[in-house]
T-cell receptor, first 114, second 115 residues
Framework: AQSVTQLDSQVPVFEEAPVELRCNYS??????LFWYVQYPNQGLQLLLK??????LVESINGFEAEFNKSQTSFHLRKPSVHISDTAEYFC????????????FGTGTRLKVLA | GAVVSQHPSWVICKSGTSVKIECRSL??????MFWYRQFPKQSLMLMAT?????????EQGVEKDKFLINHASLTLSTLTVTSAHPEDSSFYIC???????????FGPGTRLTVL
């Protein structure tokens, strides 16, 4: 069965420090990978995605994630975080064919400290 | 582009009443729409998948008769919570598949509180 694991439920980090949010997945078939961000009482916003091609994907606000097929991981990184990055981050996978359903990880709460 | 709206954003209702939540893709046609439920500080749980003009496919454990889904057009899907009870209180989020990159785009969510 397919699954997504986000090992860290909470990650506190000081402003301007680097951060890595971990995501591992389990699947017997090819997948698409996503990171979404959710601010309090809001829906999900797409941060970045891997569909094919380069394994390193970047977002417009400085986040990046690298698809590692051998380690079945898609960790999210940012070299220098801001207070405004405080939010819940969800990793998700879907399949390259079929219903295109998403399976979400349990989320990681990133708290940036001043 | 690829904007999904939900209405209402927040609703309070009495136990036993029914509540309808709308999900619209504003600038693209959505071949498939999804409905999720999110409990406080938890992840999203997929409730059902709906394709325009056909019956929704519900995930295991989701009551079809309680959560009625209608996908009447390529831009509109509705979720009706029938005979709502306090345990149905939750954050309901829809998503629509389509748009420029054929991925899921999420609505802002609807917070339902049943008294």
């Amino acid at each position: 069965a397919q699954s997504v694991t986000q090992l860290d439920s909470q990650v506190p980090v000081f402003e301007e420090a680097p951060v890595e949010l971990r995501c591992n997945y389990s699947s017997s078939v090819s997948v698409y990978l996503f990171w979404y961000v959710q601010y309090p009482n809001q829906g999900l916003q797409l941060l970045l995605k891997y569909l094919s091609g380069s394994t390193l994907v970047e977002s417009i606000n400085g986040f990046e994630a690298e698809f590692n097929k051998s380690q079945t991981s898609f960790h999210l990184r940012k070299p220098s975080v801001h207070i405004s990055d405080t939010a819940e981050y969800f990793c998700a996978v879907s399949w390259t064919s079929g219903t295109y359903k998403y399976i979400f990880g349990t989320g990681t709460r990133l708290k940036v400290l001043a | 582009g690829a904007v999904v709206s939900q209405h209402p954003s927040w609703v309070i209702c009495k136990s036993g009443t029914s509540v309808k939540i709308e999900c619209r893709s504003l600038d693209f046609q959505a071949t498939t729409m999804f409905w999720y439920r999110q409990f406080p500080k938890q992840s999203l749980m997929l409730m059902a998948t709906s394709n325009e003009g056909s019956k929704a496919t519900y995930e295991q454990g989701v009551e079809k008769d309680k959560f009625l889904i209608n996908h009447a057009s390529l831009t509109l899907s509705t979720l009706t919570v029938t005979s709502a009870h306090p345990e149905d209180s939750s954050f309901y989020i829809c998503s629509a598949r389509g748009g420029p990159s054929d991925t899921q785009y999420f609505g802002p969510g609807t917070r339902l509180t049943v008294l």
